[in-house]
């Protein structure tokens, strides 16, 4: 059968984009939630799938391997270097957004969850059967479940209960050849590599079975604004030394930002934010926060009791009285250019790193330093159980975060070069040997495979500072699940060689 042919024979099926179709530019536009490439001379796909079923996707391996096309998946495309939708050889793009049901069994507390769906579906599919459960993962609501459980995931309940892969007890995958498998038959090894070991390596995972987890009918948050001033400063030293230790129904993180305004005094101004969710009333989170951390002078006024699901809504963005279904809007909030980079930090950082970031924070438009702190359940966690490794001893991940509106290579690599900068700066303050990175805040500068077959060898380089000594055990998986090297990519685990 020539491409043309079986692209007919899949046409029929109304799950098959070409180029030229509406359809085809509208799915290509949506996949793009960093549209800093949308211009770019990069390959566009071959042809767009859009399976409604498992063996929809195996039609499109099947014969994107009988035509020696590359394959890029996309769940919910956050993908930060793009890669769930770019291409430097001819490809062709699933999209799983037809593939998104959610299922909640209460009684198992468990749901099996498509990987098309986003955070935001499940969450909202979860609080539709309870108000009592829940689910560890991120903050953003249309990040997609496929990208995020395979490289990680984690948000507000980290600390409680670790991340959304080590909550994951199954999966439906499919490997290159288009068999189905599930944990017993794909078995631990790979079972394991899937839970962490970034998209796109292995094969398509179509669906996961989770744990959900259990939290209080009421939770109180609360975000607490601070000049990056002297004061400003030491409350951020203070809570790097208390936030890793809180208890672990207490999670607070820092952004310290800058984002012109419509003032001066805005302009000029850098800001760190205290955004917390603590699991309980806030009759018992203020004695709490009086007893470990109470230079920030937490009030009951500063707080807001809300159900789990609401915090959600807070902790995206919205408003905790806003309807729940704004989490099932599948387009991201403040869509915008974008680049990242991230660190973990093992020691507290010193009052003087943070004078030091103030001034290039503000030379631009839109800046983030995000710090989430760990420990908790984090700390008990081996370093091995998935291939995600930074646990113990990690006492925060940081996020540096660029946006900007204008277009052009030009304007990117202006930004690029600033966080290129930033990064530098943090160094002497952040872990090292390897400075660890983390796979779902992707960045091609740490390294990437260069070509089809990038060795092992080769690629330790940046797959250390994902996966420190995990990375080897992972290569190994990828040469028995994958050892055509089919499932590839620039930062693709390499066959162990
Ligand atoms: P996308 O579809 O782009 O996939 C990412 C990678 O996984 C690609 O390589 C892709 O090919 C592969 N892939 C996708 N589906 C697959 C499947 N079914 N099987 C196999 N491989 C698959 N992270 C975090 O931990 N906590 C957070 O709070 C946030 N918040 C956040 C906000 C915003 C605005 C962005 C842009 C990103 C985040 N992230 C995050 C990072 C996020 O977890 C990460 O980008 C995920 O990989 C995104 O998953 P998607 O499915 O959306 O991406």
């Not at 499919?174 to 068999?179: I, K, S």
Request: net charge positive.
């Amino acid at each position: 059968m020539s491409i043309h042919s079986s692209a007919g024979y899949i046409k029929s099926f109304k799950y098959l984009h070409t180029p030229g179709s509406t359809s085809y530019s509208n799915l290509l536009q949506s996949a793009h939630q960093n549209p800093r490439w949308l211009n770019s001379s990069s390959l566009k796909p071959r042809f767009i799938v859009t399976p409604y079923s498992a063996d929809e996707v195996r039609v499109a391996i099947i014969c994107s391997r009988k035509h020696n096309l590359q394959i890029r998946v996309k769940s919910g495309g956050h993908d930060y270097e793009g890669l769930s939708y770019l291409s430097k050889t001819p490809f062709v793009m699933i999209d799983l957004i037809n593939l998104r049901s959610i299922s909640v069994n209460l009684e198992e507390e468990t749901a099996w969850v498509q990987s098309g769906a986003t955070l935001g579906e499940l969450y909202y599919g979860i609080a539709q059967k309870s108000r009592v459960h829940g689910f560890p993962a991120g903050l953003c609501p249309s990040v997609g479940v496929g990208g995020h459980f395979s490289g990680g995931g984690f948000g507000t309940l980290v600390r409680n209960h670790g991340l959304a892969a080590d909550n994951v007890i199954d999966a439906y995958f499919m490997d290159a050849n288009g068999d189905i498998l599930d944990r017993e038959s794909m078995g631990e090894d790979l079972f394991w590599a899937i839970r962490g070991g970034g998209g796109g390596s292995f094969g398509i995972v179509i669906a996961w079975k989770i744990k959900l987890v259990r939290v209080p009918p009421v939770v109180t948050v609360f975000t607490i604004h601070k000049k990056l001033d002297q004061e400003g400063i030491k409350l951020v030293h203070k809570w790097q030394h208390v936030a890793h230790k809180l208890p672990e129904d207490l999670f607070i993180r820092v952004v310290i930002q800058h984002l012109d305004g419509t003032s001066e005094a805005m302009n000029k101004t850098v800001e760190v934010l205290f955004n917390s969710l603590f699991l309980g009333p806030v009759k018992e989170l203020i004695p709490l926060m009086r007893k470990s951390f109470p230079e920030l002078g937490l009030l009951e006024e500063d707080c807001t009791q809300t159900s789990w699901i609401k915090s959600a809504l807070y902790f995206a963005g919205f408003e905790t009285g806003d309807k729940l279904e704004v989490l099932l809007d599948r387009t991201v909030q403040y869509k915008s250019n974008f680049k990242a980079k991230t660190d973990f930090a093992e020691n507290p950082i010193p009052e003087s790193a943070f004078q030091g970031i103030r001034d290039p924070l503000l030379q631009e438009q839109s800046a983030f330093v995000i710090m989430d702190p760990f420990g908790g359940k984090m700390e008990k966690i081996p370093e091995s159980e998935l291939p995600f490794p930074h646990r113990k001893g990690n006492l925060l991940n940081i996020q540096y975060l660029v946006k900007w509106s204008e277009d052009g290579d030009a304007e990117a690599k202006k930004h690029v070069d600033w966080i290129k900068m930033l990064y530098k700066y943090m160094k002497p303050y952040v872990s090292r040997s390897p400075r660890a990175a983390y796979i779902n805040y992707r960045d091609l500068d740490i390294g990437m495979n260069r070509r089809a077959n990038t060795s092992y060898s080769e690629a330790v380089i940046w797959g250390r500072k994902y996966f420190k000594g995990n990375f080897r055990r992972l290569a190994g998986v990828k040469m028995r699940a994958d050892p055509g090297n089919f499932f590839r990519h620039e930062q693709s685990i390499p066959l162990l060689s």
